[in-house]
Protein backbone atom coordinates (compact mmCIF):
# COMPACT_ATOMS: atom_id res chain seq x y z
CA UNK A 1 0.00 0.00 0.00
CA UNK A 2 1.29 3.28 -1.30
CA UNK A 3 1.48 5.75 2.23
CA UNK A 4 0.15 9.06 1.48
CA UNK A 5 1.87 12.39 1.15
CA UNK A 6 1.19 15.27 3.51
CA UNK A 7 1.61 18.73 1.26
CA UNK A 8 2.33 21.58 3.35
CA UNK A 9 3.04 24.93 3.03
CA UNK A 10 6.04 26.10 5.60
CA UNK A 11 7.21 29.34 6.48
CA UNK A 12 10.21 30.44 4.69
CA UNK A 13 10.78 34.13 5.25
CA UNK A 14 9.37 37.13 6.78
CA UNK A 15 7.52 39.05 4.19
CA UNK A 16 7.79 42.64 3.45
CA UNK A 17 4.28 44.18 2.50
CA UNK A 18 1.88 41.80 1.22
CA UNK A 19 2.85 38.17 1.55
CA UNK A 20 4.58 36.82 -1.54
CA UNK A 21 4.33 33.35 -2.65
CA UNK A 22 8.18 32.95 -2.56
CA UNK A 23 7.40 33.84 1.50
CA UNK A 24 6.48 29.96 1.43
CA UNK A 25 7.86 26.57 1.29
CA UNK A 26 5.91 24.25 -0.38
CA UNK A 27 6.82 20.76 0.93
CA UNK A 28 5.72 17.06 1.01
CA UNK A 29 6.63 14.17 3.44
CA UNK A 30 4.56 11.11 4.19
CA UNK A 31 1.55 11.08 6.87
CA UNK A 32 2.30 10.51 10.27
CA UNK A 33 0.67 8.04 12.29
CA UNK A 34 -1.17 9.04 15.45
CA UNK A 35 0.39 8.37 18.49
CA UNK A 36 -1.64 7.11 22.07
CA UNK A 37 -3.90 9.48 22.92
CA UNK A 38 -3.37 11.18 19.46
CA UNK A 39 -5.90 11.25 16.25
CA UNK A 40 -4.94 11.85 12.61
CA UNK A 41 -6.86 14.63 10.87
CA UNK A 42 -7.43 15.01 6.86
CA UNK A 43 -8.15 18.74 6.31
CA UNK A 44 -10.85 19.45 3.91
CA UNK A 45 -11.26 23.31 4.17
CA UNK A 46 -8.61 25.91 4.97
CA UNK A 47 -9.38 29.35 6.95
CA UNK A 48 -8.04 32.24 5.93
CA UNK A 49 -8.22 35.14 7.82
CA UNK A 50 -6.68 38.85 8.11
CA UNK A 51 -4.73 37.80 10.93
CA UNK A 52 -2.86 34.78 9.53
CA UNK A 53 -0.45 37.53 7.76
CA UNK A 54 0.70 39.14 11.48
CA UNK A 55 1.50 35.15 12.77
CA UNK A 56 4.07 35.65 10.19
CA UNK A 57 6.17 38.56 12.50
CA UNK A 58 8.67 38.13 14.14
CA UNK A 59 7.56 39.92 17.14
CA UNK A 60 4.97 37.84 19.53
CA UNK A 61 0.98 38.61 19.15
CA UNK A 62 -1.56 37.22 21.01
CA UNK A 63 0.11 33.88 19.50
CA UNK A 64 3.57 33.53 20.04
CA UNK A 65 5.04 34.53 16.16
CA UNK A 66 5.50 31.44 13.95
CA UNK A 67 9.51 29.93 13.44
CA UNK A 68 10.82 30.44 10.26
CA UNK A 69 10.32 25.91 8.76
CA UNK A 70 7.00 25.75 10.25
CA UNK A 71 4.36 24.63 8.77
CA UNK A 72 1.70 27.71 7.97
CA UNK A 73 -0.42 28.54 11.17
CA UNK A 74 -4.48 28.47 10.05
CA UNK A 75 -7.77 27.09 11.10
CA UNK A 76 -9.24 24.00 9.49
CA UNK A 77 -12.43 22.03 9.33
CA UNK A 78 -11.21 18.21 8.93
CA UNK A 79 -12.25 14.18 8.84
CA UNK A 80 -10.56 11.83 11.59
CA UNK A 81 -9.29 9.19 9.42
CA UNK A 82 -7.34 7.37 11.99
CA UNK A 83 -7.86 7.59 16.19
CA UNK A 84 -6.08 6.34 19.64
CA UNK A 85 -8.48 8.79 21.32
CA UNK A 86 -11.46 7.63 22.92
CA UNK A 87 -13.07 11.41 22.42
CA UNK A 88 -12.30 11.61 18.56
CA UNK A 89 -13.97 8.87 16.61
CA UNK A 90 -12.98 7.88 13.31
CA UNK A 91 -14.93 9.42 10.93
CA UNK A 92 -15.98 12.66 13.25
CA UNK A 93 -15.63 16.17 12.02
CA UNK A 94 -13.16 18.32 13.82
CA UNK A 95 -12.15 22.47 13.91
CA UNK A 96 -9.25 23.80 15.48
CA UNK A 97 -5.91 25.20 14.17
CA UNK A 98 -3.88 22.48 11.47
CA UNK A 99 -1.67 24.59 9.43
CA UNK A 100 -1.74 24.71 5.82
CA UNK A 101 -1.58 21.12 5.10
CA UNK A 102 -3.27 18.09 3.98
CA UNK A 103 -3.09 16.12 7.22
CA UNK A 104 -2.46 16.69 11.22
CA UNK A 105 -1.63 14.74 14.00
CA UNK A 106 -3.39 16.14 16.98
CA UNK A 107 -4.17 15.24 20.81
CA UNK A 108 -7.43 17.36 20.40
CA UNK A 109 -5.95 20.15 22.64
CA UNK A 110 -6.39 23.98 22.15
CA UNK A 111 -9.05 24.84 20.43
CA UNK A 112 -10.00 21.75 18.76
CA UNK A 113 -13.53 20.73 18.48
CA UNK A 114 -16.01 18.65 17.10
CA UNK A 115 -18.78 19.43 14.80
CA UNK A 116 -22.17 18.43 15.22
CA UNK A 117 -22.77 15.64 12.90
CA UNK A 118 -25.74 17.19 11.33
CA UNK A 119 -25.95 16.63 7.09
CA UNK A 120 -28.11 19.63 7.12
CA UNK A 121 -25.36 22.10 7.97
CA UNK A 122 -22.79 22.45 5.09
CA UNK A 123 -19.25 22.68 6.63
CA UNK A 124 -18.43 26.08 5.50
CA UNK A 125 -21.20 26.79 7.05
CA UNK A 126 -19.14 26.61 10.44
CA UNK A 127 -16.75 29.17 9.20
CA UNK A 128 -19.76 31.75 7.43
CA UNK A 129 -21.76 31.93 10.25
CA UNK A 130 -20.70 29.85 13.44
CA UNK A 131 -17.34 29.31 14.26
CA UNK A 132 -14.52 32.17 15.48
CA UNK A 133 -16.32 33.82 12.89
CA UNK A 134 -19.75 34.08 13.69
CA UNK A 135 -18.64 34.44 17.82
CA UNK A 136 -16.32 37.40 17.11
CA UNK A 137 -19.26 39.37 15.63
CA UNK A 138 -21.86 38.21 18.24
CA UNK A 139 -19.72 38.95 21.15
CA UNK A 140 -17.93 41.86 19.91
CA UNK A 141 -20.85 43.71 19.04
CA UNK A 142 -23.49 42.03 21.61
CA UNK A 143 -20.57 42.30 24.46
CA UNK A 144 -18.22 44.66 23.56
CA UNK A 145 -20.61 47.37 21.86
CA UNK A 146 -23.62 46.94 23.74
CA UNK A 147 -26.11 48.51 21.59
CA UNK A 148 -29.26 49.83 21.95
CA UNK A 149 -32.28 50.40 19.71
CA UNK A 150 -32.23 53.39 17.94
CA UNK A 151 -28.27 53.88 17.84
CA UNK A 152 -26.42 54.59 14.90
CA UNK A 153 -23.75 51.78 14.47
CA UNK A 154 -20.60 51.87 12.12
CA UNK A 155 -19.17 49.04 10.50
CA UNK A 156 -15.60 49.17 8.71
CA UNK A 157 -15.19 45.65 6.56
CA UNK A 158 -18.41 45.68 6.51
CA UNK A 159 -18.66 43.36 3.24
CA UNK A 160 -16.16 40.91 5.38
CA UNK A 161 -16.53 37.66 6.58
CA UNK A 162 -16.92 39.31 10.49
CA UNK A 163 -18.28 42.86 9.38
CA UNK A 164 -21.07 41.71 7.58
CA UNK A 165 -22.26 39.48 10.51
CA UNK A 166 -21.94 42.62 12.86
CA UNK A 167 -23.61 44.69 10.20
CA UNK A 168 -27.15 42.51 9.88
CA UNK A 169 -26.73 41.80 14.08
CA UNK A 170 -27.22 45.52 14.36
CA UNK A 171 -30.15 45.68 12.32
CA UNK A 172 -31.35 43.03 14.41
CA UNK A 173 -30.74 44.85 17.37
CA UNK A 174 -32.75 48.24 16.32
CA UNK A 175 -29.59 50.13 15.55
CA UNK A 176 -28.94 52.41 12.24
CA UNK A 177 -26.23 50.65 10.66
CA UNK A 178 -23.71 52.18 8.09
CA UNK A 179 -21.54 50.14 6.43
CA UNK A 180 -18.13 50.75 5.16
CA UNK A 181 -15.96 48.80 2.32
CA UNK A 182 -14.37 49.00 -1.01
CA UNK A 183 -16.53 48.68 -3.80
CA UNK A 184 -19.62 50.12 -5.64
CA UNK A 185 -20.78 46.25 -5.94
CA UNK A 186 -20.06 45.59 -1.73
CA UNK A 187 -22.15 48.56 -1.30
CA UNK A 188 -25.17 47.34 -3.03
CA UNK A 189 -25.12 44.15 -1.64
CA UNK A 190 -24.61 45.78 1.80
CA UNK A 191 -27.94 48.03 1.62
CA UNK A 192 -29.57 45.59 -0.49
CA UNK A 193 -29.40 42.34 0.05
CA UNK A 194 -28.11 42.79 3.85
CA UNK A 195 -30.57 45.37 4.42
CA UNK A 196 -27.82 48.08 5.82
CA UNK A 197 -29.24 51.85 6.19
CA UNK A 198 -26.53 53.02 3.93
CA UNK A 199 -22.81 52.22 2.86
CA UNK A 200 -19.81 54.28 2.04
CA UNK A 201 -17.32 53.32 -0.87
CA UNK A 202 -13.78 54.05 0.66
CA UNK A 203 -11.78 54.10 -2.48
CA UNK A 204 -14.01 56.41 -4.21
CA UNK A 205 -15.60 58.70 -1.62
CA UNK A 206 -14.26 60.84 1.27
CA UNK A 207 -15.22 58.90 3.90
CA UNK A 208 -14.85 61.50 6.55
CA UNK A 209 -17.79 63.26 4.44
CA UNK A 210 -19.81 60.38 3.99
CA UNK A 211 -19.84 59.44 7.74
CA UNK A 212 -20.82 63.17 8.23
CA UNK A 213 -23.67 62.91 5.72
CA UNK A 214 -25.17 59.44 6.90
CA UNK A 215 -24.42 59.80 10.41
CA UNK A 216 -25.90 63.52 10.94
CA UNK A 217 -26.22 62.57 14.81
CA UNK A 218 -22.83 61.19 15.48
CA UNK A 219 -21.72 57.48 15.49
CA UNK A 220 -22.71 55.76 18.70
CA UNK A 221 -21.35 52.41 18.33
CA UNK A 222 -17.98 51.71 15.84
CA UNK A 223 -17.16 48.07 14.73
CA UNK A 224 -13.40 48.27 13.49
CA UNK A 225 -11.76 45.98 11.41
CA UNK A 226 -9.32 48.37 9.56
CA UNK A 227 -7.65 50.51 12.31
CA UNK A 228 -5.50 53.86 10.49
CA UNK A 229 -7.06 56.89 9.11
CA UNK A 230 -11.00 55.18 9.07
CA UNK A 231 -10.96 54.82 12.82
CA UNK A 232 -9.58 58.36 12.94
CA UNK A 233 -12.48 59.64 11.23
CA UNK A 234 -14.82 57.94 13.13
CA UNK A 235 -13.35 59.32 16.44
CA UNK A 236 -13.86 63.06 14.87
CA UNK A 237 -17.79 61.72 14.82
CA UNK A 238 -18.06 59.93 17.94
CA UNK A 239 -21.28 60.49 20.28
CA UNK A 240 -21.53 61.22 23.81
CA UNK A 241 -20.92 57.86 25.95
CA UNK A 242 -19.96 56.10 22.43
CA UNK A 243 -18.10 52.58 22.40
CA UNK A 244 -15.50 51.41 19.73
CA UNK A 245 -14.90 48.54 19.58
CA UNK A 246 -11.32 47.47 18.59
CA UNK A 247 -11.78 43.81 16.07
CA UNK A 248 -8.81 44.35 13.72
CA UNK A 249 -6.94 46.57 11.94
CA UNK A 250 -6.10 45.08 8.39
CA UNK A 251 -4.87 48.78 7.15
CA UNK A 252 -2.07 47.91 8.65
CA UNK A 253 -1.28 44.05 9.20
CA UNK A 254 1.31 44.05 5.83
CA UNK A 255 3.56 46.07 8.22
CA UNK A 256 6.80 43.92 10.05
CA UNK A 257 5.26 44.37 13.46
CA UNK A 258 3.09 46.96 15.69
CA UNK A 259 5.42 49.01 16.18
CA UNK A 260 5.78 49.98 12.29
CA UNK A 261 1.70 50.66 12.59
CA UNK A 262 0.85 54.23 11.08
CA UNK A 263 0.79 56.90 13.60
CA UNK A 264 -2.46 57.83 15.16
CA UNK A 265 -5.11 58.36 15.84
CA UNK A 266 -4.35 61.59 16.49
CA UNK A 267 -7.72 62.49 17.91
CA UNK A 268 -7.84 59.91 20.89
CA UNK A 269 -8.04 62.87 23.79
CA UNK A 270 -12.31 62.53 21.53
CA UNK A 271 -13.08 60.05 23.64
CA UNK A 272 -12.63 62.36 26.98
CA UNK A 273 -14.51 65.03 25.67
CA UNK A 274 -17.60 62.22 24.23
CA UNK A 275 -16.60 60.16 28.02
CA UNK A 276 -16.32 57.46 25.04
CA UNK A 277 -15.04 54.05 25.56
CA UNK A 278 -12.07 52.24 23.19
CA UNK A 279 -12.17 48.36 23.87
CA UNK A 280 -10.24 45.41 21.99
CA UNK A 281 -10.92 42.04 22.62
CA UNK A 282 -10.10 38.44 21.61
CA UNK A 283 -12.60 35.90 20.51
CA UNK A 284 -10.63 33.18 22.72
CA UNK A 285 -12.15 34.93 25.17
CA UNK A 286 -15.55 33.54 24.59
CA UNK A 287 -14.87 29.79 23.66
CA UNK A 288 -17.29 29.09 27.13
CA UNK A 289 -19.89 30.76 25.13
CA UNK A 290 -20.14 29.21 22.47
CA UNK A 291 -22.90 27.71 22.65
CA UNK A 292 -25.27 30.77 23.39
CA UNK A 293 -23.80 32.68 19.89
CA UNK A 294 -24.02 29.47 17.88
CA UNK A 295 -27.78 28.92 18.83
CA UNK A 296 -28.56 33.06 18.23
CA UNK A 297 -27.18 33.05 15.17
CA UNK A 298 -28.72 29.84 13.78
CA UNK A 299 -32.20 31.11 14.77
CA UNK A 300 -31.46 34.26 13.02
CA UNK A 301 -30.55 32.20 10.27
CA UNK A 302 -33.88 30.13 10.24
CA UNK A 303 -35.97 33.29 10.75
CA UNK A 304 -34.13 34.86 7.34
CA UNK A 305 -32.53 37.47 9.36
CA UNK A 306 -29.17 36.89 9.46
CA UNK A 307 -27.34 35.91 5.74
CA UNK A 308 -23.29 34.78 5.05
CA UNK A 309 -21.33 34.47 1.88
CA UNK A 310 -18.32 31.83 1.75
CA UNK A 311 -15.62 32.59 -1.05
CA UNK A 312 -14.30 29.30 -2.05
CA UNK A 313 -10.49 29.16 -3.38
CA UNK A 314 -9.88 26.01 -4.93
CA UNK A 315 -6.99 24.20 -3.66
CA UNK A 316 -4.30 24.10 -1.18
CA UNK A 317 -1.54 24.95 -3.76
CA UNK A 318 -2.79 28.36 -4.29
CA UNK A 319 -3.45 29.72 -0.68
CA UNK A 320 -0.48 31.98 -0.41
CA UNK A 321 -2.06 34.13 -3.26
CA UNK A 322 -5.51 33.63 -2.17
CA UNK A 323 -4.46 34.97 1.31
CA UNK A 324 -4.16 38.82 -0.44
CA UNK A 325 -7.79 38.61 -1.89
CA UNK A 326 -7.87 39.93 2.25
CA UNK A 327 -6.30 42.89 1.63
CA UNK A 328 -7.11 43.48 -1.95
CA UNK A 329 -10.88 43.52 -1.20
CA UNK A 330 -11.59 41.16 -4.00
CA UNK A 331 -13.10 38.77 -1.75
CA UNK A 332 -16.96 39.17 0.03
CA UNK A 333 -17.76 37.30 3.14
CA UNK A 334 -15.53 34.00 4.25
CA UNK A 335 -12.74 33.19 2.63
CA UNK A 336 -12.15 29.45 2.68
CA UNK A 337 -9.63 27.36 0.85
CA UNK A 338 -10.82 24.33 -0.23
CA UNK A 339 -8.50 21.37 0.49
CA UNK A 340 -9.82 18.28 -0.47
Not at 66 to 82: N, P
Not at 203 to 226: A, M, T
Not at 262 to 276: C, E, H, I, S
Not at 310 to 338: C, F, H, M, Q, W
Amino acid sequence: MIQPLNRQWRAARRPVGLAQPSDFQWKEEPVGEPGPGQFLVRILYLSLDPSNRTWLWEKQTYLPPLALGDVMGGGGIGRIEKSNHPDFPVGSHVIGLFGWQDYCVHDGSGLTALLPNDPSIPLTMHYGLFGHIGLTAYFGLLDVGKPKAGETLVVSGAAGAVGSLVAQIGKIQGCRVVGITGSDEKCRWLTGELGLDAAINYKRESVPEKLSQHCPQGIDIYFDNVGGPTLEAVIDRLSMHARVIICGAISQYNKSDVREFDPGPRNLFKLVWQRARMEGFLVFDYWGRAMEAIGALAQWYQQGKIKYRVDVVEGLENAPRALNKLYDGSNTGKLIVKVA
